[in-house]
């Protein structure tokens, strides 16, 4: 059964940065490309930023390239996003996931707020 386990969030002023995990278990990690997407109350989820297996292949939102950096470790089974100069527009819950997405393997996510 896969497991996919987001942390790393917490509540930061704008401009700073924060550094989210995502631990993968119940399926294989490496072979998969993964995602990164978030969710505002009241929207849709959108999509963040996608990594190939063995990372050669990024794509990023328009509204975060330049700012987070996806990225992965295959050999302990995470997937990371460092994101800088953080923005009160970024405030959302945090899911990672394949990519494209299993509808099956959404984790609870991890809140990420940014405010003074």
């Known amino acids: 059964q896969a497991l996919l386990v987001e942390s790393g969030g917490g509540l930061v002023q704008p401009g700073e940065s924060l550094r989210l995990s995502c631990a993968a278990s119940?399926?294989?990690?490496?072979?998969?490309?993964m995602s990164w997407h978030r969710q505002v109350p009241g929207k849709e989820r959108e999509f963040v930023a996608r990594?190939?297996?063995?990372?050669?292949?990024?794509n990023y939102a328009d509204s975060v390239k330049g700012r987070f950096t996806i990225s992965r470790d295959n050999a302990k089974n995470t997937l990371y996003l460092q994101m800088n100069n953080l923005n009160p527009e970024d405030t959302a819950v945090y899911y990672c996931?394949?990519?494209?997405?299993?509808?099956?393997?959404w984790g609870p996510g991890t809140q990420v707020t940014v405010s003074s």
């Open positions: 996931n394949t990519s494209p997405p299993n509808s099956a393997y």
């Open positions: 119940g399926f294989t990690f490496s072979r998969n490309a």
């Open positions: 990594i190939a297996v063995i990372g050669s292949l990024i």
